[in-house]
């Protein structure tokens, strides 16, 4: 069974930083684009960044300058550094793969549970 296992996040006070991991856990075949997408209160959920095989970054532009996504495709995880935290920062960040399960021929978009991040000003 695969899943996607987010860390970090929590309560940080505007203009701070905080670093969120994502690993894809369990019996996985491979591992397509990666990123992170998160949804505000009351918010539909919208792309935060996000990472292909090869590295390439694509950022939404209310981060950009500001966040930095990296990926370790040995380790199967990704890391979204925020940096300069702003109180609309504030959201469930949750992460997204597309990947193969090794018992599969196809690939399929999963996402993790989430995780809160919560931006005080």
């Known amino acids: 069974q695969v899943q996607l296992v987010e860390s970090g996040g929590g309560l940080v006070e505007a203009g701070g930083s905080t670093t969120l991991s994502c690993v894809a856990a369990g019996n996985v075949g491979s591992i397509n684009g990666m990123g992170w997408y998160r949804q505000a209160p009351g918010k539909e959920r919208e792309l935060v960044a996000e990472?292909?095989?090869?590295?390439?970054?694509n950022y939404a532009d209310f981060v950009k300058g500001r966040f930095r996504i990296s990926r370790d495709n040995s380790k199967k995880t990704i890391i979204l550094q925020m940096d300069s935290l702003k109180p609309d920062d504030t959201a469930v960040y949750y992460c997204y793969a597309n990947l193969r399960p090794a018992v599969l021929t196809l690939a399929y978009d999963f996402w993790g549970e989430g995780t809160m991040v919560t931006v005080s000003s």
């Open positions: 990472v292909t095989t090869y590295g390439d970054t």
